[in-house]
């Protein structure tokens, strides 16, 4: 076997379905060893989007996904996709071809050190020198991207060690990890703090969002009903916590679910992940914060919790609600804000004006989205729409990016949730400037016979800098431009497209397009002057007034 042959093996053995990617010369070996094994290859038309998928595919099965591509301009490629997995937490394994390292017979043509580039941007890059460290590297590359804190690794496989036939190696099987629950003493100091507490809070963060999670969470937050308000990428972590929930914080401040943040004493925050922007800042007064996680958390100047419970953290939740059940006395303190808090989502929600309020847009997505639909979204003004009005009641089922934030990962990560959930309706969610990033992948998501409906929000402008732009009084300057007509656009790649006509064609053209199938664009022209209205003026009356 040569050595693409034992790289292949050894993606096999670690349960690799599918590898996305763009292949290049130099990846021929490996190409022909894929073509003779059980996993397929899907190949994009950007390796931006491979990796936008793989690392999807990690964050949504904790199982590392991984992509390919070619040395040199390929590779470069993938940068951003390692960015996304890296601030994301999400197991990711990127392969990409070299040159031959014993011999140089093109001299430096499109070589650049991906091994160094890659270095900040993943948890480990190496470079496999010989076929006999394939099956140690591979699975030592799983076991990094796929332990916490996930992320992820890159492989590079140089042409002629792809090439090179060497003897049968024993592959390394996989064994399942149980992380180590929390000490008892930091359980005992952690209950000791919640009981003493005369207004907890909980809060759901970014890890909380981790797939083997839900079960215990949403366990936790029923045994003690103490309620709950999560950031941006703990959003959807419980289930059937509807009567707990407070609110996301999407902002910093000032909005309204930081009535209860404010009033709180305690903050449980239960995997933050500061990557996020921060979902309350914290000062020299204010609550008490205790951080629950995999890891101990990171200090930053807004961040800097005063107790910590570390270990697994559906055990260790397990074990502290054991310490509580029946012994919280203050659980309440804090629901009565509740339905003040939610009333201000719903404002406008229902409203008919034309163009589309982000709020009725939100309002109406939700209408159609069955319980455990996903919704994706880019990067762009609405991504905060979303975050605060949207309600989700089923885990990961609002994918949204608050870590590198990056524009154009929308399209291709509904591509790889409709992949996975084929039986549930994925809605990916863009604006016209981010969908237009990764747009040529229209063609990867027909031809792979998705399912999948884009909505693309259309105000011919990078609608969120435009509203900085504002917000900080400069002039209103280089925001703007035009879009291809975007229904003909889908039509040129045979996919589907419909434009909204009017307030109350929303709903149904979205049940349209979900009931027809296959992969379909919904374009809805937004009035994006609610941003300054609610989350500008409307929320600093707000701050003034509380
Ligand atoms: C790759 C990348 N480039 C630039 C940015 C900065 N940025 C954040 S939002 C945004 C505008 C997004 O425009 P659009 O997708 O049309 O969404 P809108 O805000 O208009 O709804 C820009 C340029 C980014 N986050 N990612
Ligand atoms: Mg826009």
């Excluded at 022909?32 to 999807?56: C, D, K, N, Y």
């Excluded at 914060?289 to 100047?301: C, D, N, R």
């Amino acid at each position: 076997m040569n050595g693409a042959g034992l790289l292949v093996a050894a993606l096999e053995n670690e349960g690799v379905k599918q590898i996305f990617g763009v292949p290049g010369e130099e990846n021929l070996d490996v190409v022909e060893a894929l073509r003779r094994s059980t996993i397929r290859l899907v190949v994009t038309r950007h390796e931006q989007a491979a990796a936008f998928m793989a690392a999807t595919h990690g964050r949504l099965t904790g199982e590392a996904g991984v992509c390919l591509s070619t040395l040199g301009p390929g590779a470069l490629n993938l940068t951003t996709g390692a960015a996304y997995a890296l601030l994301g937490a999400m197991p990711m394994i990127m392969i990409t071809g070299q040159k031959g390292i014993l011999s140089r017979k093109q001299a430096r043509f499109q070589v650049v050190d991906i091994v160094s580039t890659m270095t900040p941007l993943t948890k480990m890059a190496r470079q496999i020198v010989s076929p006999a460290s394939i099956p140690s590297l591979v699975r030592e590359a799983f076991r990094l991207a796929q332990q916490e804190r996930p992320g992820p690794v890159h492989l590079e496989l140089p042409e002629d060690i792809a090439h090179e036939e060497w003897e049968d190696i024993p592959l390394i099987p996989p064994h399942p990890i149980e992380y180590p629950v929390a000490h008892p003493a930091a359980l005992d100091r952690a209950a000791e703090l919640i009981l003493k507490a005369e207004r907890p809070l909980v809060m759901l963060g970014a890890a909380a969002s981790r797939p083997r999670l839900s079960d215990a969470l949403s366990a936790f937050v029923g045994r003690l009903q103490i309620p709950f308000f999560n950031t941006q990428m703990g959003k959807g972590s419980v289930s059937g916590g509807a009567g707990l929930y407070m609110g996301t914080a999407a902002l910093s401040e000032r909005d309204y679910v930081h009535d209860a943040i404010d009033r709180a004493d305690l903050i449980i925050a239960i995997g933050h992940d500061t990557v996020e922007k921060p979902p309350f800042l914290m000062g020299p007064h204010g609550p008490t914060v205790l951080h629950v996680g995999y890891l101990p958390a990171s200090v930053e100047e807004v961040f800097f919790p005063h107790a910590e419970l570390v270990g697994d953290v559906g055990p260790s939740l397990r074990l502290l609600a054991d310490r509580l059940e029946g012994h919280l006395a203050n659980a309440a303190a804090l629901p009565p804000l509740r339905e003040e808090i939610l009333a201000h989502l719903t404002d406008r929600a229902e409203e008919s004006r034309f163009p589309l309020t982000p709020q009725r847009i939100v309002h109406d997505v939700r209408e159609v989205m069955p319980e455990d639909g996903i919704a994706c979204l880019d990067n762009g003004m609405y991504k905060i729409w979303f975050a605060r009005n949207y309600r989700t009641r089923v885990a990961n089922t609002l994918l949204l990016d608050n870590a590198l934030a990056t524009m154009g990962a929308g399209l291709p990560s509904a591509m790889m949730a409709a992949m996975l959930h084929p039986n549930r309706r994925v809605l990916a969610v863009c604006g016209d400037g981010g969908f237009m990033m990764n747009a040529q992948e229209l063609e990867t998501a027909v031809r792979l016979k998705l399912n999948l409906v884009v909505l693309i929000f259309e105000d011919k402008a990078y609608g969120m800098i435009r509203w900085k732009q504002a917000v900080d009084h400069f002039p209103d300057f280089g925001m703007t431009f035009d879009n291809p007509d975007f229904v003909a656009f889908a039509r040129a790649h045979n996919a589907n497209g419909r434009r909204v006509e009017s307030a109350d064609g929303l709903a149904p053209t979205l049940e349209a397009a979900f009931q027809e199938g296959g992969v379909q664009l919904v374009i809805v022209a937004v009035d994006y002057s609610e941003n300054a209205r609610v989350l500008v003026d409307e929320l600093h009356q707000h701050s003034l007034g509380a």
